[in-house]
C-alpha cells in the first residue's frame, strides 16, 4: 500500500526566510508521481510544484524548489523568501502509473508566517 | 475562464435526507474526482472517473453516489446511509489520470444539522 507522512502538523517562518516542509513516502512502485498543493484559507486546492520519480533533476516553480531523494523516499519542500501570502496548509499527495485516479494525500502542514 | 466550479458553497442538510453537490468543469478533461476532507486530515477519494458513464469507487465511497452523464459534470450524491456526512467536499479534475496533477474547485462545506 502506497502511504504519504507529513511529520510536521506545523511550521512558522519569518517574512523573507526560508522554510522545509518535509514528506516521506512508502511505495513499491517505479512510476511515480510526487506533488506538493497549497490550501490557502480560502480552502481552494493549489498544485505548487510536481516532480516525476525518473527524473533526477529536483523540480523549481519560481521561489518553491523540492528536494527529491529518492533512495530515503523523501520530498521536502523548499520555500525560499517567504512572503505572507505562503501561510496555508501544505500538503503532499502521491500517485503512480498503474494508478487511475488515486491521488494519495499526506495530512498536511500549516505554515506561519511571521511579518 | 477555465475551472472548475462547486455549488453550492455551503450546504446544510438534516438528518435522513439525501443531498447532491454539483461539479462542473470547462477545461476539457477527461478525469474527474470527489475529495473529502476532514480537519487534521488529508484528502481521501470518494469517487473517480475517467471517462463518460463510467466511475469507480474511492477509498471512502459507502454511503456516496456519482454520475457521470456529460464529461463537464460529475455530481456526488450524500445519501442518508452517510453516518458522518459533515466535511469539506472538493472536486477535481485532470487531464489524463492524476499523474499530471489535479484542478480543484473551491469546495463545499457541508454540515447536518
Known amino acids: 500500500a502506497q502511504t504519504v507522512t507529513q511529520s510536521q502538523p506545523e511550521m512558522s517562518v519569518q517574512e523573507a526566510e526560508t522554510v522545509t516542509l518535509s514528506c516521506t513516502y512508502d511505495t513499491s512502485e517505479s512510476d511515480y508521481y510526487l506533488f506538493w498543493y497549497k490550501q490557502p484559507p480560502s480552502r481552494q486546492m493549489i498544485l505548487v510544484i510536481r516532480q516525476e520519480a525518473y527524473k533526477q533533476q529536483n523540480a523549481t516553480e519560481n521561489r518553491f524548489s523540492v528536494n527529491f531523494q529518492k533512495a530515503a523516499k523523501s520530498f521536502s519542500l523548499k520555500i525560499s523568501d517567504s512572503q505572507l501570502g505562503d501561510a496555508a496548509m501544505y500538503f503532499c499527495?502521491?500517485?503512480?502509473?498503474?494508478?487511475?485516479?488515486?491521488?494519495?494525500f499526506g495530512k498536511g502542514t500549516k505554515l506561519s508566517v511571521k511579518p | 475562464d477555465g475551472g472548475i466550479t462547486q455549488s453550492p458553497k455551503y450546504l446544510f442538510r438534516k438528518e435522513g435526507q439525501n443531498v447532491t453537490l454539483s461539479c462542473e468543469q470547462n477545461l476539457n478533461h477527461d478525469a474527474m474526482y470527489w475529495y473529502r476532507q476532514d480537519p487534521g486530515q488529508g484528502l481521501r477519494l470518494i469517487y473517480y472517473?475517467?471517462?463518460?458513464?463510467?466511475?469507480q469507487k474511492g477509498d471512502i465511497a459507502e454511503g456516496y453516489s456519482v454520475s457521470r452523464e456529460k464529461k463537464e459534470s460529475f455530481p456526488l450524491t450524500v445519501t442518508s446511509a452517510q453516518k458522518n456526512p459533515t466535511a469539506f467536499y472538493l472536486c477535481a479534475s485532470s487531464i489524463g489520470g492524476s499523474r499530471t496533477g489535479a484542478f480543484f474547485g473551491q469546495g463545499t462545506r457541508l454540515t447536518v444539522v
Open positions: 499527495a502521491f500517485t503512480y502509473g498503474g494508478s487511475q485516479g488515486n491521488l494519495i
Open positions: 472517473s475517467q471517462i463518460v458513464n463510467d466511475f
